[in-house]
């Protein structure tokens, strides 16, 4: 089920929005009639998303784009703003992640990730600045729940994310005279993502043990994470920047998290 509100002749880039959480994001404001540009890494997924996002009727267009090339981002932008104008909503969601111990984890583990969701999202919210609609642009950063709550084996995306999460507030401050919101939205688990397969739920005795520790008992989907987006760049959000909304079945407010602490490592028991 999705909002239905008014994005016709609205430029909506999405960085990383080529697949999943983000994926589903752009195709709830191509839907909306947004003129819809994706980026990220991949040829073969920049082709696939712009191909199936322009079944949905709107105008579409795709960038190869590596977040961590600050010139490669500043190009994208400059491309997409000439098909389509200036940026209406810009979604920043481009992330790496893998399960590793902090003592097992190499330098460049640690910094590939730092590098791709917070050094990658300053890239991204930096170079789009100029070509932000001043006022009324709204930007959302994609952020998870590691960046308040700690979590085992993600020591590099629990930092990462907390740093997106002040970016979020540092450029609701600055940027706020002009008129551009910035919020950030932090998914719970959401089924059927590249997030959830990788950290949450690899089997289905840790899917069980998931589901159990959100307060709701189940996982969410790429309509309820679109959705809040939909309406964080409507005119009903208006008076709405700085906040990190979590969209988690209440995951934010329970404070074990078993579900990644069984995800293939030995056991936490330990002796004294
Ligand atoms: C230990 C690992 C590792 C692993 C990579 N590394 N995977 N270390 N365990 N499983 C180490 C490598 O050994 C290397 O260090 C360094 O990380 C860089 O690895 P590369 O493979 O060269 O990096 P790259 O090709 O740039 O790929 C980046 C990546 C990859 C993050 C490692 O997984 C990726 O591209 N992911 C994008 C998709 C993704 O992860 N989506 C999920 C987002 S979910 P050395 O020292 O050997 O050189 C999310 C939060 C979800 O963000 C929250 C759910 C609650
Ligand atoms: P995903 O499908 O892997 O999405 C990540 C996207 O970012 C892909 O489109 C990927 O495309 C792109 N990307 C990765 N590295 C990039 C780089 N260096 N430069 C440019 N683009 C890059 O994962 P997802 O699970 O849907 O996650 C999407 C967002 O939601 C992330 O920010 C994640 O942290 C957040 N999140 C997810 C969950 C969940 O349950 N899944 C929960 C909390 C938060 P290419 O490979 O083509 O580059």
Redesign the pocket.
Do not use: T, Y
């Given at each position: 089920m999705q909002l239905n509100l008014d994005f016709k002749g609205r430029h909506v880039f999405i960085f990383g929005g080529t697949t999943g959480i983000n994926f589903g994001i752009a195709q709830a404001f191509a839907r909306q009639g947004a003129s819809v540009t994706v980026a990220s890494r991949k040829k073969e997924n920049v082709e696939l998303a712009c191909k199936q996002l322009a079944e949905l009727g709107g105008q579409v267009h795709g960038v190869c784009a590596d977040v961590r090339d600050f010139e490669a981002v500043g190009r994208a932008f400059e491309e997409a703003v000439h098909n389509f104008g200036a940026i209406d909503v810009l979604v920043s969601g481009a992330?790496?992640?893998?399960?590793?111990e902090a003592k097992?984890?190499?330098?460049?583990?640690f910094r590939?990730?730092v590098d791709?969701?917070l050094v990658g999202s300053f890239h991204v919210l930096r170079q789009a600045y100029p070509h932000l609609k001043k006022p009324g642009a709204s930007v959302i950063n994609v952020t998870?729940?590691?960046s308040f709550v700690p979590m085992r084996y993600q020591v590099h995306?629990c930092a990462a994310k907390a740093g997106v999460d002040q970016l979020t507030r540092v450029l609701a401050l600055e940027w706020g005279g002009e008129g551009i919101r910035i919020n950030s939205i932090s998914p719970?688990?959401i089924e059927g993502t590249?997030?959830?397969r990788?950290?949450?739920a690899p089997t289905e005795k840790e899917r069980a043990a998931a589901a159990a520790h959100v307060p709701l008992r189940c996982f969410g989907t790429l309509d309820d994470i679109a959705n809040l987006a939909l309406f964080l760049s409507s005119p009903y959000a208006g008076y709405i920047s700085g906040a990190l909304i979590p969209c988690d079945g209440g995951g934010a407010i329970e404070s074990v998290k078993p579900a990644l602490e069984g995800a293939g490592h030995a056991s936490l028991l330990a002796t004294r």
């Open positions: 992330a790496g992640n893998f399960l590793c097992d984890m190499s330098s460049n583990g590939v990730v791709i969701d998870a729940p590691q995306a719970g688990p590249e997030g959830f990788k950290l949450m």
